[in-house]
């Protein structure tokens, strides 16, 4: 089975802290994605990568920096938390982008910033 | 640009029934639609896929449809159980877009006993 997990199921920081957000992948997926997720305004993709080094912007990418520096790994950089980026972070991973493809995503990071 | 909806945004049916969910995209070129399950403070689950060249796919108590040139998909739950409980989300993805997924909103499904 794919498992992808998350650092952190919790995570309480204050203003202008910088907050990493790690995840990590077991299956070999070239594909791996943040997203966060908020009441009323579903989930939204706020970078993705298809390959070590490599990384697109998503739809909501301000505020937010990424790192993929292994295959396996993809973090998520707060460089200077705010209290708008309280929410739930969920990353995800794919084989590879087409048509048979599908999602695995973690368990997600409840982050709260102060 | 792609927006997809679902409808309706909560429902709560009692034990045993049928009951369908609905999801609605406007650009119908899609490569696939997903139907996810997430429970309360969890990740999501993917349920099924089906791509756009198929109308069906069915798991278990599943059946999801899709009719791309309407735009729309539903998921059938047969013979609903309390352990169905769950927000269930749609996504799609589209063409040249890296496997980037779309979601809707979600629907809020309580089965009570």
């Given at each position: 089975?794919?498992?992808?997990?998350?650092?952190?199921?919790?995570?309480?920081?204050r203003?202008?802290?910088k907050?990493f957000?790690?995840?990590?992948?077991?299956?070999?997926?070239?594909?791996m994605?943040?997203?966060?997720?908020?009441?009323?305004?579903g989930?939204?993709?706020?970078?993705?990568?298809?390959?070590?080094?490599?990384?697109?912007?998503?739809?909501i990418?301000?505020?937010?920096?990424?790192?993929?520096?292994?295959?396996?790994?993809?973090?998520?950089?707060l460089?200077?938390?705010?209290?708008?980026?309280t929410?739930?972070?969920l990353?995800?991973?794919?084989?590879?982008?087409?048509?048979?493809?599908?999602?695995y995503?973690?368990?997600?990071?409840?982050?709260?910033?102060? | 640009?792609?927006?997809?909806?679902?409808?309706?945004?909560?429902?709560?049916?009692?034990?045993?029934?049928?009951?369908?969910?609905?999801?609605?995209?406007?650009?119908?070129?899609?490569?696939?639609l997903?139907?996810f399950?997430?429970?309360?403070?969890?990740?999501?689950?993917?349920?099924?896929?089906?791509?756009?060249?198929?109308?069906?796919?069915?798991?278990?108590?599943?059946?999801?449809?899709?009719?791309?040139?309407?735009?729309?998909?539903?998921?059938?739950?047969?013979?609903?159980?309390?352990?169905d409980?769950?927000?269930?989300?749609?996504?799609?993805?589209?063409?040249?877009?890296?496997?980037?997924?779309?979601f809707?909103?979600g629907?809020?499904?309580?089965?009570?006993?």
């Open positions: 089975d794919v498992k992808v997990t998350q650092s952190s199921r919790y995570l309480v920081k203003t202008g802290e907050v957000l790690e995840c990590v992948q077991d299956m070999d997926h070239e594909n994605f943040w997203y966060r997720q908020d009441p009323g305004l989930l939204r993709l706020i970078y993705f990568s298809y390959d070590v080094k490599m990384k697109e912007k998503g739809d990418p301000e505020g937010y920096s990424v790192s993929r520096e292994k295959k396996e790994r993809f973090s998520l950089i460089e200077s938390a705010s209290t708008n980026q929410s739930m972070y990353c995800a991973s794919s084989f590879e982008a087409g048509v048979k493809d599908t999602q995503f973690g368990p997600g990071t409840r982050l709260t910033v102060l | 640009k792609q927006e997809v909806t679902q409808i309706p945004a909560a429902l709560s049916v009692p034990e045993g029934e049928n009951l369908v969910l609905n999801c609605s995209f406007t650009d119908s070129a899609i490569y696939n997903q139907w399950r997430q429970d309360p403070g969890k990740g999501l689950t993917s349920l099924l896929l089906i791509q756009s060249s198929q109308r069906e796919q069915t798991s278990g108590r599943l059946n999801a449809s899709l009719d791309k040139s309407s735009g729309r998909s539903t998921l059938y739950i047969a013979a609903s159980q309390p352990g409980s769950a927000t269930y989300l749609c996504a799609v993805s589209q063409h040249n877009q890296g496997g980037k997924l779309i809707g909103q629907t809020e499904l309580s089965v009570k006993p």
